[in-house]
């Protein structure tokens, strides 16, 4: 290809979309526009996963919305709080199962002790309004339910999360921080090691991820294919592992833009 990564998502290679088997998929911004899961989203995730392809939504969203995400949307699994946990829903037996890969520290005395100097230190900035539903990081909202903030600002709320040894992702609305040594690849991998009789290694041809900011990174590293959907390009001079291809649309708009051009090239 004559142009440099990531190149458009036209250009996926059939045989990766004939032999697919799974595509793990951020929400934010990647399945939803405007804070909202269009009925063009939730489609497109019901024809993929009746196209023979177990989708895993890999989100930094809370342990809550999680659970109800695993029991009523088409999927296999869900990977949550930037890999914090992997829960499944046994569909046959009714149950739930949790595997947890962070501590459960999200009401623990270091992280709220952080979290209040972040408040304190960078004005405009507020807890998530999901942060009830967490059990192992604390969410910093920026920018879905108060004011954006500037990107020096978010710069700010990094620095004072270095400083204070914390791991720490940013999203598109957010800027998540935990104690212990996950992300969203270790959660796939989690789920890869007991979904598959494979290392995550060799199931590269059949595997793709898609996303849309910073803390998609380690996928779009770990992952020999990904995708990004349009408005990861806000968002390049924080990631230096890029996509291996891009869509033309933002949002939810791009995801269906990567479902449709898969499923056109699986038939």
């Not at 004559?2 to 036209?10: A, E, G, K, N």
């Not at 989708?55 to 990977?79: F, K, L, N, Q, S």
């Not at 914090?84 to 009714?94: I, L, N």
């Not at 400083?163 to 996950?182: A, L, Q, R, T, Y």
Request: glycine share 8%; net charge neutral; aromatic share 8%.
């Amino acid at each position: 290809m004559s142009q440099s990564r990531p190149f458009p998502v036209q250009s996926l290679p059939t045989s990766l979309c004939r032999s697919l088997q799974y595509l793990f998929a951020d929400i934010d911004d990647t399945l939803t526009t405007g804070g909202m899961l269009p009925d063009s989203s939730y489609l497109a995730l019901w024809e993929l996963s009746r196209a023979g392809i177990k989708i895993v939504p890999v989100t930094g969203r809370p342990a809550g919305w999680c659970d109800h995400i695993a029991r009523m949307w088409p999927v296999a699994a869900v990977v949550g709080e930037n890999g914090a946990f992997v829960f499944s829903y046994d569909r046959p037996a009714r149950k739930m199962k949790r595997r947890q890969l962070g501590s459960s520290d999200s009401h623990g005395t270091v992280l709220r002790r952080v979290a209040d100097r972040v408040l304190k230190e960078i004005p405009g900035t507020a807890l998530a309004a999901d942060q009830p539903f967490r059990i192992s990081d604390i969410a910093i909202d920026y920018c879905e339910d108060v004011p954006p903030l500037p990107a020096e600002k978010v710069d700010a709320i990094c620095r004072i999360l270095q400083d204070e040894g914390v791991h720490f992702k940013v999203s598109s609305i957010h800027v998540n921080f935990w104690v212990g040594d996950f992300d969203k690849l270790s959660g796939t991998r989690t789920f890869l090691q007991e979904d598959a009789p494979t290392q995550l290694t060799e199931l590269g041809e059949r595997s793709v991820f898609i996303g849309d900011s910073p803390n998609d990174e380690p996928l779009f590293e770990g992952f020999p294919h990904s995708i990004a959907v349009g408005n990861v390009r806000g968002f390049l001079s924080r990631i230096r592992h890029l996509p291996e291809f891009i869509t033309k649309a933002d949002c939810a708009a791009g995801f269906c833009e990567a479902a449709h051009s898969i499923l056109r090239k699986r038939k």
